[in-house]
């Protein structure tokens, strides 16, 4: 089983739509929760943090349930320049300095 | 302020051939790492840095070595290139164990 989990889609939406992912990961002791959005033939770019009590940063919202272990973000009223894919990012603990986790990410695709 | 920054941006290699990626980063963090972006599996960690003198191997480290020349920089080599090293590498580095990481734009490098 991958350490971190992603539906890869690709999820196809009309603009305005609102759209959710989301992610589960396998190690229960994870402390650290990004969503992160890479372009095309670009490299990742964070997006946002999640933080335990959920966050919100303009359109999109990021919730952590760690009982189930999944991780989610919703896009609400999804522009054209929403399409990407997105990454879900976890830094399990037990790994110390070492390294994030990524999953394969999700592909969204708004259409006009 | 370059961020991370990764040369070449493009490579072909014909088997058995070497050569060293280059990254170097002026944020002054601490860690560095090297990815690389498979279709359909991600971004795996090839090694890592957490500190200048120090590296340590990741999940796919075969194939591949690594020196922490300085705080700024961290260099990828392949000693004898194959084709099943045909990938885009990514840098990066963070400041500290649960902060985001800061990605240079890539290395797309194919063996032939």
């Known amino acids: 089983r991958k350490e971190v989990e992603q539906d890869p889609g690709p999820f196809n939406v009309p603009e305005g739509a609102t759209v959710a992912f989301n992610c589960t990961y396998s190690?229960?002791?994870?402390?650290?929760f990004f969503w992160y959005r890479q372009d095309c033939r670009k490299e990742p770019k964070l997006l946002m943090s999640?933080?335990?009590s959920g966050n919100e940063d303009g359109r999109f919202t990021a919730q952590l349930n760690r009982a189930s272990q999944y991780i989610s973000l919703l896009i609400r009223d999804s522009k054209l320049s929403d399409s990407a894919t997105y990454l879900c990012?976890?830094?399990?603990?037990?790994?110390?300095?070492?390294?994030?986790?990524f999953g394969s990410g999700t592909r969204l695709q708004v259409q006009p | 302020n370059a961020g991370v920054t990764q040369t070449p941006k493009f490579q072909v290699l014909k088997t058995g051939q070497s050569m060293t990626l280059q990254c170097a980063q002026d944020?002054?963090?601490?860690?560095m790492y090297w990815y690389r972006q498979d279709p359909g599996m991600g971004l795996r960690l090839i090694y890592y840095?957490?500190?200048?003198?120090?590296?340590d191997k990741g999940e796919v480290p075969n194939g591949y070595n690594v020196s922490r020349l300085n705080k700024r920089e961290f260099s990828l080599r392949l000693e004898s290139a194959a084709p099943s090293q045909t990938s885009v590498y990514f840098c990066?580095?963070?400041?500290?164990?649960?902060?985001?990481?800061?990605f240079g734009q890539g290395t797309r490098l194919t063996v032939v």
């Open positions: 990012v976890v830094k399990p603990m037990d790994t110390g300095r070492r390294a994030l986790t």
């Open positions: 999640v933080y335990s």
């Open positions: 840095s957490a500190s200048e003198g120090t590296t």
């Open positions: 990066a580095t963070r400041q500290g164990p649960n902060t985001e990481a800061f």
């Open positions: 190690n229960s002791a994870s402390q650290s």
């Open positions: 944020m002054n963090h601490n860690s």
